[in-house]
């Protein structure tokens, strides 16, 4: 009977892969697909029949109350696994495959559970998500979905990629994506990218052209897509140098400022200018863009923890929103025409990071 509880959780934990995948990658701001599942479905599906074919034929037919209740779920959470699947994948036989997984399980619940309320009970609950799988699994193989334009930012922060939608008689759209390139793997089949967002929806096969200006803007037939719109400021790939350079060097950059003195700091590699007032001292990190379509990025440092008095900040009398861990400032919100914006967040002690574009 051990070896059947040990079979029995090998089907729950399979049973739980995908759905834990999709909820943790959710959690943690990933887009998640499947890249032709069908490696995923046989070799997942392989190992999930063949214990259930142990299960079915083995002599000592017996399983504790715990491993029941386990099955009998399993019956539910075969349906849920089918519809993520589903959702994520682009061959409808791996989906066929996953699907059938419940039959399997239907079967095993039937030979080991005896509880006839428990199993009446999930028999009833998966039983109500047959015929939307079997709708979706059907639709699953109607339209197309297919790249037809991907372009890198010049420093390949982000990736654009262009998305013909067809859906036959139904129409389609053209798509407009962005996802984040640092942070985004894959693992076999499984595709994940870091905040990918929807950047413009339109009529089907209104693609012309796609090419980044800069960075941070974006231009689709001939509308140009401000990155900062999109993806919430903070988020700069030298942030965390900075922060930590910040946390690090706490103290020395308090002697520097106490003693009027910078040298000791001025030659690091991350700082590439500083400028003190009366108000801050403005270390500047980087910069990127020209002309109007310009960013810069560094530290500051306010005895007051004024996070207005940065040169280039946004005036005293405009507000600051809170965005992410820190506070925003757009031109736009005053101004429809204006592009400028200012984000800001304390790193520790009076020292805060900023960007700013204009």
């Known amino acids: 009977m051990r070896r059947n509880n040990l079979f029995v959780l090998i089907l729950l934990l399979l049973t739980l892969l995908f759905p834990s995948i999709c909820f943790l990658s959710k959690l943690l701001h990933y887009s998640f697909t499947v890249k032709n599942g069908i490696v995923y479905a046989i070799a997942s599906s392989v190992l999930y029949y063949g214990i259930g074919i142990l299960l079915i034929y083995r002599k000592e037919r017996r399983i504790g109350k715990t491993s029941s209740f386990f099955l009998s779920v399993s019956l539910l959470l075969n349906q849920i696994n089918t519809l993520m699947f589903i959702f994520r994948a682009d061959n409808q036989a791996a989906i066929l495959l996953i699907a059938l997984w419940f039959v399997m399980t239907a079967?095993?619940?039937?030979?080991?559970?005896?509880?006839?309320?428990?199993?009446?009970?999930?028999?009833?609950?998966?039983?109500?998500?047959?015929?939307?799988?079997?709708?979706?699994?059907?639709?699953?193989?109607?339209?197309?979905?297919?790249?037809?334009?991907?372009?890198?930012?010049?420093?390949?922060?982000?990736?654009?990629?262009?998305?013909?939608?067809?859906?036959?008689?139904?129409?389609?759209?053209?798509?407009?994506?962005?996802?984040?390139?640092?942070?985004?793997?894959?693992?076999?089949?499984?595709?994940?990218?870091?905040?990918?967002?929807?950047?413009?929806?339109?009529?089907?096969?209104?693609?012309?052209?796609?090419?980044?200006?800069?960075?941070?803007?974006?231009?689709?037939?001939?509308?140009?897509?401000?990155?900062?719109?999109?993806?919430?400021?903070?988020?700069?790939?030298?942030?965390?140098?900075?922060?930590?350079?910040?946390?690090?060097?706490?103290?020395?950059?308090?002697?520097?400022?106490?003693?009027?003195?910078?040298?000791?700091?001025?030659?690091?590699?991350?700082?590439?200018?500083?400028s003190v007032t009366d108000d801050c001292i403005d270390f500047l990190c980087g910069g990127d863009g020209l002309g109007s379509e310009t960013a810069y990025w560094g530290f500051y440092y306010s005895e007051k923890d004024d996070m207005t008095v940065l040169w280039g900040a946004h005036p005293a009398d405009q507000r600051l929103e809170r965005s992410g861990e820190g506070y925003l400032w757009k031109e736009a919100w005053d101004d429809p025409r204006g592009d400028n914006t200012y984000y800001t967040e304390w790193i520790c002690g009076h020292f805060y990071y900023y960007e700013m574009t204009f």
């Not at 037809?148 to 036959?168: F, K, L, N, T, W």
């Not at 413009?200 to 980044?212: R, T, V």
């Not at 200006?213 to 897509?225: A, F, K, Q």
């Not at 900062?228 to 520097?256: K, N, S």
Request: proline share 2%.
């Open 107 to 274: 079967i095993l619940v039937a030979v080991y559970v005896k509880n006839i309320a428990l199993t009446a009970a999930f028999y009833t609950l998966s039983g109500i998500l047959v015929l939307p799988i079997f709708l979706f699994i059907m639709l699953s193989d109607f339209g197309a979905r297919t790249v037809i334009a991907r372009e890198v930012s010049p420093h390949m922060r982000y990736c654009a990629e262009v998305i013909d939608d067809d859906q036959g008689a139904l129409g389609g759209a053209t798509i407009l994506m962005v996802y984040k390139l640092d942070g985004s793997f894959s693992i076999g089949s499984f595709e994940f990218r870091k905040d990918e967002k929807i950047i413009h929806s339109g009529s089907w096969g209104e693609y012309e052209e796609l090419y980044w200006n800069d960075e941070e803007h974006l231009t689709m037939n001939n509308r140009s897509y401000s990155m900062v719109d999109f993806f919430p400021r903070g988020d700069h790939a030298e942030r965390d140098m900075i922060f930590t350079y910040v946390r690090e060097h706490e103290g020395v950059l308090l002697d520097c400022i106490e003693k009027e003195d910078f040298s000791s700091v001025e030659n690091d590699a991350l700082i590439r200018k500083i």
